[in-house]
């Protein structure tokens, strides 16, 4: 291929309305073109990489037994009615009508075509287990689309769904994909981690992510060396005990206009630690009231979990004194009423705690769990913190980082099958609901995550298994018939050989050559100039060896050089 056909346009400056690095790489090395807020254009050295990603999948995907389809990217509202998720999924859906007036959903996700198709086809145990996946396009309206291609409006996932007879065959199978995943990442030479995930709006038992580890990633990440990795919204934490004291009696403190527990703290000159937080929450709709530690901070995604609720938010002031009798900042447990109360593990430990007196303008201290007040539920309910020790080991503190999610793998149980009815008949003549779990990697935000990963001041390091060409030729002269002859000869050798071959023919200065070349970051460069050429020399570099200078070799060695290197 010839760098002066392709549509490569290069740009030297940086985009102004880009905002990581990888957005801006993309666009300047010429990968991709923004049409409008979370809509991109893919060009030829971008959609290149987005296929190799593709066959990478692939590969794995078939070792693991699955089988290609392809869905319709309009789904048919009625299908997402059976589950729920035509409300579930808000905004995020784009919805439409057709000219009969029916609606329809554009897929931001298939597990209701999938689970369709199965119950219309599947009908013995003699069918299962089976897995399907497909590379197809996703549409999601996110409300704030960002990082190029990484959170977009419409982006290319592989999603896979597994369909069992049992749960063990699914969990079996779930760390199959695990597996799977796990090699496809490392292939690439990507840093991730494999973390315990909160299941969104696909739902499910159990999941976990997989985080490209990146300082400027979206998601916070804690891990510990005992191999427990969770999501910080889905990080457990243990009990914090606390050195017992004697439960002395209650008193008010006069605390005029001073609400936030970091100032009572200050004023009463005590810790934060010794404080019962006190919100209330509206959970579909109804109040409820939940406790954590002054230094602490409620985990709204557990506690949507722990009341099963569908939605969670913060009450407003008139809620919070129609059910303490006191204004925000003033509000705590005791002498509550006809109102579900959920302390976290950590607060019923606190002895003589202070908190909120249900009175404007004061606090009372010395309360006890038990004898001045209660709780429906006793839980896990908050954020983790630094300092926080490990849940599974209970010996190292967890370390935090930061990660791009890439992967996503769910155990979905019978959540799918159950709303749409997908059934087997077993062995005995039963009917069984079909147990599913489901598998998506994102193969455009991966590719983003891969330039976060691997680049330079100068430009993107490809990985060798995703880079849109292996081998970049750069003749300093493609008009010098010797020049070209040689670079035409290790072309023509290469391509036999099956690598994927960039010729730079432009009519370019060499140093806008060797710029851009680093800025696309294809592996290998071989330069062939008339002064190394007239000692039957060439010159070959490779992209990630940054700081060393090209290394001569023989023109009827590099071939076989490269080849070397390239396995
Ligand atoms: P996020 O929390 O980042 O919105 P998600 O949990 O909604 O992701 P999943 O529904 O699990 O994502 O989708 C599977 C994969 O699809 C993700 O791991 C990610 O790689 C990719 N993905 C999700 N949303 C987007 C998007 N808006 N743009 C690009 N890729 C996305
Ligand atoms: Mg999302």
Not at 142 to 163: N, T
Not at 249 to 267: G, Q, R, Y
Not at 422 to 441: E, F, Q, R
Not at 548 to 562: F, M, N
């Amino acid at each position: 291929m010839f760098f002066s056909k392709l549509l490569i346009p290069t740009l030297k400056e940086i985009p102004a309305d880009t905002d990581i690095i990888s957005a801006k790489l993309m666009i300047r090395s010429g990968m991709v073109r923004k049409l409008a807020s979370g809509l991109y254009e893919f060009l030829p050295l971008g959609t290149r990489v987005l296929k190799k990603i593709e066959n990478i999948l692939r590969q794995e995907m078939n070792i693991v037994g699955g089988q290609e389809i392809m869905l319709p990217l309009i789904s048919p509202k009625e299908l997402w009615e059976e589950t729920g998720r035509w409300n579930i999924y808000g905004k995020e859906l784009f919805r439409f009508k057709d000219r009969k007036n029916t609606e329809f959903c554009l897929t931001p996700t298939a597990e209701e075509p999938v689970t369709d198709l199965i119950r219309k086809e599947i009908k013995s145990y003699k069918q299962l287990p089976l897995m399907l996946y497909q590379f197809r396009t996703k549409f999601r309206d996110e409300i704030r689309p960002r990082f190029g291609v990484m959170r977009s409006k419409e982006f290319l996932m592989k999603d896979a769904y597994s369909f069992h007879t049992n749960e063990a065959d699914l969990e079996k199978y779930y760390n199959i994909m695990i597996n799977a995943y796990k090699n496809i990442f490392i292939k690439c030479g990507f840093k991730f981690r494999v973390v315990e995930a909160t299941s969104g709006a696909i739902g499910g038992s159990f999941s976990h992510e997989f985080m490209i580890l990146a300082d400027n990633g979206e998601e916070e990440i804690v891990w510990c060396s005992c191999g427990y990795g969770a999501n910080v919204e889905k990080a457990e934490t243990l009990m914090i005990e606390q050195v017992k004291e004697k439960k002395i009696s209650l008193e008010e403190l006069f605390t005029p206009n001073i609400s936030a527990v970091k100032d009572v703290a200050k004023f009463l000159k005590l810790l934060p630690s010794k404080f019962i937080k006190t919100m209330v929450y509206m959970a579909d709709n109804v109040p409820v009231v939940v406790l954590v530690r002054g230094d602490h901070e409620v985990n709204e995604i557990k506690l949507q979990s722990i009341l099963t609720a569908n939605e969670i938010f913060i009450a407003n002031e008139q809620t919070v004194v129609s059910i303490t009798k006191a204004p925000v900042g003033f509000v705590g447990p005791l002498r509550l009423k006809n109102v579900k109360v959920i302390a976290d593990l950590s607060v019923v430990e606190i002895p003589n705690a202070v908190t909120g007196a249900n009175k404007k303008d004061y606090h009372i201290k010395n309360v006890n769990y038990g004898r001045d007040y209660k709780a429906d539920i006793v839980a896990d309910v908050r954020k983790v913190i630094r300092g926080d020790i490990c849940p599974r080991c209970k010996k190292e503190d967890l370390k935090f980082s930061r990660g791009i999610e890439i992967g996503h793998v769910f155990k979905l149980g019978t959540k799918y099958s159950k709303s749409m009815s997908a059934t087997y008949i077993d062995s005995k003549g039963t009917k069984n609901l079909i147990v599913m779990g489901c598998y998506g990697i994102g193969i455009t935000r991966m590719l983003a995550a891969a330039i976060e990963q691997f680049h330079d001041d100068d430009g993107i390091i490809w990985p060798l298994c995703i880079a849109p060409f292996e081998v970049l030729i750069i003749p300093v002269n493609y008009f010098d018939a010797k020049i070209k002859e040689t670079t035409d000869k290790i072309c023509k050798e290469l391509l036999f050989e099956g690598v994927d071959v960039l010729i730079d023919d432009r009519d370019e200065r060499t140093g806008i050559k060797f710029k851009d070349a680093d800025l696309i970051g294809i592996p290998y460069r071989i330069a062939i100039g008339e002064k190394n050429l007239s000692n039957g020399c060439v010159e070959l570099k490779a992209r990630n060896d940054c700081k060393g200078g090209g290394k001569l070799l023989r023109v009827e060695d590099v071939v076989s050089k490269i080849l070397k290197l390239l396995k």
